[in-house]
Structures are given as structure tokens and as C-alpha cells.
């Protein structure tokens, strides 16, 4: 059984409109006259040698037929799409030689001055109907040698000999036509539209039937139903559509995000302001404070002093009258004594006045000794030595011990203080150490990378002043970790990528600011200077060399934090520098010509230059930079802080002791000193006149024994004495008090003057009653105690002191507040450069930051936060949402259309019991899904009204538009909107009876040559029969049933190829069948009913009519064709 009767056929039929006849005029190498074909709607059998010409008559079907641009010239002949075109046909190309110099090609031409014009002609007329009608181009060129052309069409038959002879050129053609009763126009799209109206075919019936003309093999079942069954919708409309209105969201968003940033600007001056005006308000208090006190304690003396002066001019009165008074009984109290005295004398009391004088002096000299002796003895007891000292034997002995003492102690005290210093420096390096590693400490706690604190912070000053983000300039060493497997490399990983690994990246985008802020600024942490390396990221794109082929290499131990878009710029950058070998051993080590290191910090960076690194740094992990987890780095820095903590409590408790032993040894020293002063026993030996004082006691009481009346008159004596004495001293103070009041109302009364005089002056200008404002605040800080005229200048003085103090305090804190207030000026007008007109970075303009801040918050923010939310809300999500349902809609037309075409695959058998059906997948091509997704994404939450819910979906859009905007995207653009391309289209084999997948194929992959043959033309058939809508069960007579295959069986088995031709049949298709004069042809015959043959005569192409016998002759060698055939011609 063969292929062909396992189809189910229609009867023949002449049904529908089908090619009668074709003519050519100047068309490619048919020259100077018209040629005719008149298939009378019967397929037909075009052959002939190849070069002959079969291929310019089909181009001539394509050029009527076709839209310029679409159709493929002499494709089936294997040139390139513009090897033959319009212009070349008009002029008569017909073969390609050397130039007249013999040093170029060029083409020759049948008609090389283009004057003539060409027609081609076809009369399709329906017999089931009787209607019919002609269509016609005209092709000539015009003065720039462009080719201009005509399209007609006519009802009825038509004939270039008839109706368009003798045409005039230019404008007038039209016109001509037109008498003649033909539709003319000068575009395709005008004439396409006549022609679709009379056969009803679809907008891409031409281009599958263009299709068909060359087709061989669908090499890509996507491409075919994409570009031949599917419409192409063009989308630029409502792209630019959206992109205009994403344009003035931007406009809209750009404005806002720069109110904001005005905003964000002027926020740190609103703080700043609030803690400068705090400070300027004590200032100014302590200000007047200040210039206040004077007249405030001017005010005070003449309260105080006035009543003091007026009581001390009383007191003065009664102390001058009480200084009377004592004099005189002074004057009678001394002559008493003088009586008493010359009494005494006569009674022999000489002796017994030098006693007492001579015991005073021994009592002196006692205690002087005694002292000297005590002090000698403590020294001695400091010293270590408790013998008393009771003779000069022993003194003399202890003397010359005392000078070699005193060497030692002060050897002692030397080496103690160099103890001391060193034990201090020992203290105070272990304090730095915590200091540092519990700033470490407290800065890993903050973040999670192991890069040092300095480096952090001097990043954090560039970003604070520069207004950037720190995630934007990252350390290397943040983006780079060490696989967990390979943590033994780690101490020589960390050695040879520190320098890098410490290194900021700055992009392209911020290269120019912050170079600019480094060459100018002073890089400090804590008061230190700093080194910073940093890299110029020019390629944010840039990729590595691809992940080395060695497992030894140091890249293959490293991991690289994703999802940072610096990332693929450091992985270029170690695969560039960094791709060292890594070594087991030194042998290894030894041999390799690269880079190399060795488990032990054995690096070798050069052929020549090799580096042991055995220091201790090197080795601890506390020292280690690289990767995003620092909860092993913490835990060593807080052992580390306990470490050294209790070191520090060593060494501060070392110091406690050295200073212990310093002031004992200090203490001895100076009891050294003070004993080896004594040069002499004597000094010391008090007992000696305790037995003087004893004997003289001993001799005044034996004469005062002898007489009574010296001891009466002696006693007389002494209360006499006693009385002047009182008397003198109440004189004398009388006198010390007169004296004092005299020199308190002097003082007073001066004070008062003055004070009185600075009020009266200070009240006459003003003065005071300005400064009085501040007395209360005086009165308050001055209530207790109260003020008294003892205390009045000294606590004047105190209180002047601790304002100027206060002064000196408050403009030091102010200092730097009306510093970052400037600098927050600053920073606000080099972001808004236009704003320097009106404001300056100073104190002075703060009212006018104020004031431009509350615009901003309560206008210009508001305002353009409505104007944002209008055009994103009301213009672009809702041109988003209308541009995402017309790419679904066109998703839904085109599954709906391949099911009308299934529909036709259905009813044309496959294999025995089968047939296809096409079914379209949501491809998997990222960059449609991302583009879907994006789409998607845009509309989403569309309700949530929030700044922030606002701010992403912008930023979702822009990132959308920017790529549909960009003029180089623009094939991205073309893919991720050609709906047809979302889809994947698989043909199904599928069991008539049971429904049940047999097979499936996909772009004809893993087929053999003939199946592929087999798949193509049931693919291309249906494609015909749904474009040119044609139903075999149904079938309407007004449809459109003429195709043409070029050398389609050439290289197909006869069986696929009588498959072909029985599905062409079953659907009542007229078939005009190219093929070379050869054997394969002869397949063809069951299947036409007019046999055609091209000759190339000399330079020049004609076409003959044969019949069936002579065609089998011609196959058998038997007919010379050329020869005996007529000559077919209008």
C-alpha cells in the first residue's frame, strides 16, 4: 500500500481561483517581446536545464504576488536574497564579466539603458464560478535609476498586448490605466487589499506562499509557524506610548527625588540649628550675665556698705573715748611697778631675778636637744637601726655607718624608677592594645565583615561627607571569603590578598568625586594618619577569564559574595592577578614557572622575588580580613580583651608595688639626710641641763627661804604686772581698733563714691536698666549663703571668675555645632548650586534655611509628591496594564489560532491511524520570562498608595523602560514584545482513536531526512490551507487554490514525495511545479495536467508548451525538446 492511498481524497475539482495564464514583458532574460504560460488551472510541470530561466518566471509570480521586502528571489538556485532584484530583472541581467580595463567584474545587461518598461501579468479565474480576474505590475526606472512601479488589477481577462501597450511615462500612467478599466495604484499595501478581498486570504497567505516557493526542510518548526502562521504585531506604538509617559514620570519622580534630597539636606541644618540656637541662648545669658556683674555688685556695695560705714563711725567714738581711759590708768599702773620694784631691791632679791633667766636659757637648750634627739632616733628607727643612742662611743659608730647607707638607697631608688617607667610604658601600651581591640571589637559587633576598624571608619567619614553609601565603595575583602574546606590556606590566602583584600572599589560613577575629597582631605582615625588603597572600577561588567581548569588553583578555594554588582569585576580581577598555584610541597613549589605559594607562607610572586612570612601577624586569625561572617574574628578579640585585661591588672598591680618600694625607699633616704645633719653627740645630749636646772631650782629656793618680804613684796610684784599687762593690751587694742575704723570708713566711704558714681553714670546712659534684666539671674545663682560685706568683692570675684569660666566653656561647645551647621549649610548649596544666590554657608542665613525648609515640607514636597503619584498611578501603571493586556490578548489570538490550525492538521492523516496537532509552550527564554516577570511585576501592589510602595514600583518601571528605551537593546526589545516568540511550538503525533501522544517533535530535531520531508510538508500544507482558508469538507468556491514549489522533490523519496502532492490534492490546490530536466520530475506526472519547458537561447530565455508524451520521451532521451516544441508567445 502506499502513501497515497491511505489518503482520504476530494474528487478533482476546478473550484476556487486558479492560475489560467501569465505573461512576461522585459522581464530578467524573457527579452523584447511577451511570453505566455496558460496553465488553464491545472497544475503544471515548469522544467528545464538550470540557468535557463525557470527560476525568473517564478520571481515574476513572487513579484506580483508578494510584498517587496518579503519575497526570497531565486532562492531555490541558492544565491543570496539581493543576488537578483527588481532593478536587475528590469534591466536584463544575464551574466557577470570582466570590465573594459580587465580589472573589475561587472554584470551585463539585455536592456542597459533601462528605458523600457517591464509587465508581468496573471489571469486567475474560478471556473466553479465563472468569475475571474487579472492582475498586473509595471516596472520602470526613474531619473535617479530607482525602480518605480504600478499594481493593477481588472476583472475579467486581461493581456499586455491589450491593455498596456504603448504606456506613456510619469504621472500620465495612472491616469491611462485607469481609462483602460483597470484599479491602479503606486503601493502594495493599497493593492494587497484589493487582492485579499476577492480570494479572502489572510494577511500572511502571500508570505507562506512565498515560503513555499524554496522550502525544503523546516529546520525550525518555531521560526516557521512563527514567521509564516502568525501575525507580526507591531508594538512601537505603545511602547513610545509608554516611554513618553514614563518620560514625564521621570521628569515628575526627578523633581522629587530632588525636593527630597533638598529636604534630607536640610534636615541635618534644622538639627543643627536647634542644638546651635540651645548654645547661643546660654551664651547669650552667660553673656549678660557677664556684663552685668559690675553694675549688679555696684548695686550690692552701696546696699551693704552704707549701713557698715554709718555703724563703723559710731564704734570709732566709743573706742576713742575707751583709749582715753586706759591710757590713764596705764600711766598710774607703771608707776605702782616701779615702787613695787626698787622694794625688792632693798630687800636683796638680785640673785633671785638672774634664776629664772639662767633656768629659761637651760630649759631652751633642753628642748632644742630633746627635739634634735627624737628626730635623730625616728631616722634611725626608719633605717632599721633600733640601738639607743646614749653616748658619744655610740653616735660616732653609728655616724660612719650612715654615708654608705645613704649609697645604697639611692642606688635603690634609681633602679626602682627605672622599674617604675618601664612598668608604666608596659601599662600603658596594654591599655592602648584594649582600647584598639575593643574599638575592633565594637565595630565587628555593628557589622559582619572582618575588615579593620580604621579602614571602616575612614570609609564612613569619605560616605558622610560625600553623601554616598558605604555598600557602594566596598572593601575587596568584603566581597572574597575562603571556601570552609580550605581553611588551612588561610593564613597564606590572607597573605597574598591583603593588599588587595584591602583595597576600596570605587565605580566609575563616584571615581571623580571621591578621588577629588581624598587629594584634599587628611585621612585620620584617632588622631593618626591613614593609608587608603583604592581601585578604579572601570567596567562594572567586566568578567573573569572563567573559573581556572586547575583544582590547585588559589581561585578555586575562594568564594565570591553574590548578588553585589561589583562582584564580577573582582572575580576578573583575582583570575587577572591573583591565579596562584597552590602547592603541597617545595618541590612542587620549586618547578612551578607561576605564581605559586605553599601551605606555610611560602610565596613566590616572580620568577626571581620569593617570601617567607613567619611573623606573628601573619599568623593570627585576629589579623585575617576577608569574607562577610567575623563570629570566629569576635569571639578571638573578646579573648584577646580578657587576655590583655588581666595583663593590665598584672602590670597596674606591678606599678602599685614599684611605687610602694619607691616611697620606702624615698623614706629612707630622707631619714639618711636628716640624721647625717648632726655632726656631734653634744647635739643631741639634753640630760646635761635637765642637772643644770635642777641646781639652779635647788639655789632660788634656799634664798627665798631666808626672807619673807621679798616673797611678799614679790607676789605684790607679779599681780601688778599682771594688771599693766591687761592694761597695755586693752590699750593697745583700742588703739589697733581706732586704727581699723579709721582705715574701714576711709575704705567704705571710697567704695561708695565709686559705686554711686557707676550707677549714676551707667543709669544716664541706659545702661543699667538694659543690664538690671539680668540681676534676678544674678540673685539666683548668688542666694546662698547671702552676701555679706566680708565676702562681697570675694565671692565677686569668685562668680566673675566661673562666668569667664562659663564663657570660655560655651564658646568651645559652640564651636563645633556652628561647624557642623556651616558644613551642613555647605553641603546643602554644592547639591543645589543654584541656591547660592540668595544663601551662604553662615549663621547669618539660617532664618533662610529655616524658611526654605518649611516650603519644601509644607509646598514643594507635597505638591510634587502629588504630581508623581498622578503620573505614575493615572498615566504609566495604567499604560503598563493596557500594554501587558494587549500582549496577553495577542498570547490568547495566537493559541486560539493554532487551534484552528490543529483543526486542519486533524482532518490530514500522518502515519497510518495518526495525525499532527501543533501545541504552543510558554517558552523558557530568560529574557522573555524575565521580561514577563518585570510586566508583571510593574502593575503589581499597584494598590498600596505608600511612598515607599510608590518608590519600588518606579523603580521596577524605570528599570523596564530603560531597556526598552535603549536604541542598542533594540533586538532584546523586538524578542521579549514578539508575542509569537513566547511561545514554543511542538509537533504532536497523535493516535485518531485513542487521543494518546505517539511522538513529538521539536524544530524537526532527531528526525531522518525523509520524516523531516514528511513533517515540513504537513506543516506547510495546513499553513496554506488555514492561511488561504480553505476547509476540504467544506469548501467555498471564492478562495484562492494557486501555489508554487521549487525543486521541493529534488532530494525527498518518491514516496514523501506523492505524500506531498496527494495532501496539495486533497485540498484542491493548483500546484506550478519547478524542477530540473532529470528523472526526479517524472514523479510529478499523476499529478499534472500541462508540461512546461524553459530554454536559454543564447543570452535570452523562452518557454515552450509540450505535452504528456513528449515530456516521457524527454525523460527517456528519445525527444529533443528544444527543437521540436512551439514556441509559445502572446
Known amino acids: 500500500m502506499t502513501l497515497n492511498s491511505r489518503l482520504s481524497f476530494a474528487p478533482p475539482s476546478d473550484r476556487g481561483y486558479r492560475l489560467h495564464k501569465l505573461e512576461v514583458l522585459n522581464w530578467g532574460t524573457f527579452d523584447g517581446q511577451v511570453f505566455t504560460v496558460r496553465p488553464a488551472g491545472q497544475s503544471a510541470l515548469l522544467i528545464g536545464q538550470n540557468g535557463s530561466g525557470k527560476s525568473t518566471l517564478v520571481d515574476a509570480l513572487l513579484t506580483l ?116 478599466g483597470l484599479k491602479a495604484t503606486r503601493t502594495f499595501h493599497e493593492f494587497e487589499g484589493w487582492f485579499a478581498r476577492l480570494t479572502h486570504v489572510k494577511p500572511k497567505a502571500m508570505e507562506v506562499f512565498n515560503q513555499t516557493v524554496a522550502v525544503k526542510d523546516i529546520q525550525k518548526l518555531n521560526d516557521f509557524i512563527r514567521d509564516h502562521m502568525l501575525e507580526h504585531m507591531n508594538w512601537d506604538e505603545k511602547v513610545d506610548r509608554l516611554l513618553g509617559h514614563f518620560a514625564e514620570l521621570s521628569d515628575a519622580h526627578e523633581s522629587l527625588v530632588r525636593v527630597r534630597q533638598q529636604r534630607d539636606l536640610l534636615n541635618p541644618i534644622a ?83 638672774q634664776i629664772p633667766r639662767l633656768i629659761e636659757i637651760e630649759q631652751l637648750q633642753s628642748s632644742s636637744k630633746r627635739l634634735a634627739h627624737d628626730r635623730f632616733a625616728a631616722s634611725l628607727i626608719t633605717l632599721g637601726i633600733t640601738q639607743t643612742i646614749d653616748s658619744e662611743i655610740k653616735f ?22 627605672v622599674d617604675h617607667a618601664q612598668a608604666i610604658l608596659k601599662r600603658g601600651e596594654l591599655r592602648k592594645s584594649i582600647a584598639e581591640v575593643q574599638q575592633e571589637f565594637e565595630g565587628l559587633q555593628q557589622r559582619r565583615d572582618n575588615v579593620p576598624q580604621w579602614c571602616v571608619a575612614v570609609r564612613s567619614s569619605l560616605c558622610t561627607q560625600l553623601g554616598l553609601i558605604a555598600k557602594e565603595l566596598p572593601f575587596a575583602a568584603e566581597l572574597i571569603s575562603i571556601h570552609e574546606t580550605e581553611r588551612e590556606w588561610e593564613a597564606s590566602i590572607e597573605k597574598v590578598l591583603r593588599g588587595f583584600a584591602l583595597s576600596m572599589l570605587v565605580p566609575e560613577r563616584h571615581y571623580q568625586v571621591v578621588a577629588q575629597h581624598l587629594d584634599r582631605s587628611r585621612l585620620t582615625h584617632d588622631g593618626r594618619g591613614q593609608r587608603l588603597v583604592y581601585l578604579r572600577v572601570v567596567h562594572h561588567d567586566q ?59 611560602h610565596v613566590k610572586s616572580s620568577h626571581s622575588r620569593h617570601e617567607k612570612d613567619d611573623r606573628e601577624q601573619a599568623l593570627d586569625p585576629r589579623n585575617f580580613v576577608l569574607g562577610w561572617d567575623n563570629r570566629e574574628k569576635k569571639l578571638r578579640l573578646a579573648q584577646e580583651i580578657s587576655r590583655l585585661t588581666q595583663e593590665e591588672v598584672n602590670a597596674e598591680q606591678a606599678v602599685v608595688a614599684i611605687e610602694n618600694r619607691l616611697d620606702d625607699l624615698r623614706l629612707r633616704a630622707n631619714a639618711t639626710t636628716e640624721a647625717m645633719r648632726l655632726t656631734a653627740f653634744a647635739e643631741i645630749d639634753y640630760p646635761l641641763h635637765a642637772l643644770e636646772i635642777a641646781a639652779l631650782e635647788k639655789e632660788r629656793q634656799a634664798i627665798e627661804g631666808k626672807s619673807s618680804r621679798v616673797k611678799l613684796l614679790k607676789g605684790r610684784l607679779e599681780k601688778a604686772e599682771l594688771d599693766d599687762a591687761s592694761l597695755q593690751e586693752r590699750r593697745d587694742g583700742a588703739v589697733a581698733r581706732e586704727r581699723e575704723l579709721d582705715n574701714e570708713i576711709a575704705g567704705g566711704e571710697k567704695l561708695l563714691a565709686k559705686a554711686e558714681a557707676d550707677l549714676r553714670t551707667q543709669a544716664a546712659s541706659g545702661d543699667l536698666e538694659r543690664h538690671a534684666q539680668w540681676f534676678s539671674t544674678i540673685d539666683a545663682e548668688l542666694m546662698l549663703p547671702p552676701l555679706t560685706s566680708n565676702d562681697l568683692f570675694q565671692r565677686r570675684d569668685g562668680f566673675r571668675a566661673s562666668q569667664d569660666m562659663t564663657m570660655i566653656q560655651l564658646r568651645k561647645a559652640i564651636a563645633p555645632v556652628l561647624g557642623r551647621l556651616v558644613d551642613a549649610m555647605s553641603k546643602y548649596l554644592r547639591h543645589s548650586p543654584e541656591s547660592t544666590n540668595n544663601l551662604h554657608a553662615s549663621v547669618e542665613y539660617l532664618e533662610s534655611f529655616l524658611g526654605l525648609k518649611r516650603t519644601i515640607e509644607e509646598d514643594d514636597l507635597p505638591r510634587h509628591e502629588r504630581r508623581f503619584k498622578d503620573r505614575l498611578n493615572q498615566k504609566v501603571i495604567e499604560e503598563i496594564g493596557l500594554f501587558r493586556n494587549a500582549l496577553e490578548q495577542e498570547r ?39 521580561f514577563q516577570r518585570k510586566l508583571r511585576e510593574c502593575i503589581e501592589g499597584s494598590f498600596e498608595d505608600s511612598a515607599e510602595a510608590n518608590e519600588s514600583r518606579f523603580v521596577r518601571i524605570q528599570e523596564l523602560v530603560e531597556q526598552l528605551r535603549d536604541d542598542g537593546n533594540r533586538r532584546w526589545r523586538d524578542k521579549v514584545t514578539d508575542v509569537r516568540r513566547w511561545f514554543d511550538f511542538l509537533a504532536i503525533v497523535v493516535d485518531r482513536d485513542t487521543l494518546k501522544t505517539v511522538s ?34 467544506h469548501p467555498v468556491s471564492d478562495r484562492f487554490h494557486f501555489v508554487v514549489v521549487d525543486e521541493m522533490f529534488s532530494k525527498v523519496d518518491d514516496q514523501y514525495a506523492e505524500y506531498a502532492l496527494d495532501l496539495f490534492k486533497q485540498f484542491g490546490l493548483q500546484l506550478l511545479i519547478v524542477a530540473p530536466l532529470d528523472a526526479k520530475a517524472r514523479i510529478t506526472q499523476p499529478y499534472v495536467g500541462n508540461y512546461l519547458h524553459v530554454v536559454k537561447q543564447g543570452n535570452r530565455s523562452a518557454i515552450f508548451e509540450m505535452t504528456a508524451r513528449e515530456f516521457e520521451q524527454s525523460m527517456l532521451g528519445e525527444h529533443d525538446l528544444g527543437i521540436t516544441s512551439e514556441f509559445t508567445e502572446a
Open 1000 to 1033: 513529538i517533535y521539536q524544530d524537526s530535531s532527531g528526525q531522518s531526512g525523509g520524516e523531516k520531508a514528511k513533517l515540513a510538508f504537513t506543516i506547510l500544507v495546513a499553513a496554506i490551507a488555514f492561511q488561504y482558508d480553505l476547509d476540504p469538507e
Open 271 to 353: 538639627l543643627a540649628a536647634i542644638e546651635y540656637q540651645e548654645h547661643a541662648a546660654r551664651l547669650e545669658r552667660a553673656e549678660g550675665v557677664l556684663a552685668a556683674i559690675d553694675l549688679y555688685f555696684s548695686q550690692k556695695t552701696v546696699a551693704l556698705f552704707a549701713p557698715v560705714v554709718e555703724a563703723c563711725r559710731q564704734e570709732l567714738v566709743r573706742t576713742r573715748a575707751a583709749k582715753a581711759e586706759l591710757t590713764s590708768q596705764l600711766v598710774a599702773s607703771i608707776e605702782r611697778i616701779r615702787q613695787l620694784k626698787n622694794e625688792i631691791d632693798h630687800a636683796g632679791g638680785d640673785r633671785l631675778r
Open 543 to 601: 568578567e573573569s577569564k572563567g573559573a581556572t581548569s586547575r583544582p590547585t588553583s588559589l581561585l578555586r578555594k575562594l568564594v565570591l559574595r553574590q548578588g553585589h554588582p561589583l562582584v564580577p569585576w573582582v572575580a576578573g580581577e583575582l583570575s587577572h592577578r591573583f591565579d596562584y598555584e597552590c602547592c603541597d610541597g617545595i618541590e612542587t613549589f620549586r618547578g612551578y614557572r607561576g605564581l605559586a605559594l605553599t601551605i606555610h607562607r
Open 892 to 930: 490568547r489570538g495566537i493559541e486560539d489560532k493554532i487551534e484552528l490550525l490543529n483543526v486542519s492538521l486533524k482532518k490530514l492523516p500522518y502515519r497510518p491511524g495518526t495525525h499532527i496537532q501543533l501545541e504552543p509552550r510558554a517558552i523558557r527564554d530568560p529574557e522573555i520570562v524575565d
Open 396 to 417: 660616732t659608730t653609728v655616724a660612719k655607718r650612715l654615708p654608705v647607707l645613704a649609697a645604697k638607697i639611692s642606688d635603690e631608688i634609681s633602679e626602682g624608677a
Open 65 to 180: 504576488l508578494v510584498r517587496p521586502g518579503v519575497r526570497n528571489f531565486n532562492v531555490a538556485s541558492g544565491a543570496k536574497k539581493r543576488e537578483r532584484d527588481e532593478k536587475s530583472y528590469l534591466r536584463g541581467a544575464f551574466d557577470r564579466g570582466s570590465d573594459e580595463s580587465g580589472e573589475g567584474i561587472e554584470v551585463k545587461f539585455l536592456r542597459p539603458s533601462g528605458d523600457q518598461y517591464a509587465v508581468i501579468l496573471a489571469w486567475f479565474s474560478n471556473a466553479d464560478t465563472g468569475k475571474s480576474f487579472s492582475i498586473a505590475q509595471i516596472l520602470y526606472l526613474n531619473g535617479d535609476q530607482s525602480v518605480e512601479k504600478i499594481y493593477c488589477l481588472a476583472d475579467g481577462e486581461r493581456s499586455i498586448q491589450a491593455d498596456f501597450g504603448e504606456l506613456t511615462s510619469g504621472d500620465k500612467i495612472l491616469r491611462s490605466l485607469r481609462e483602460r
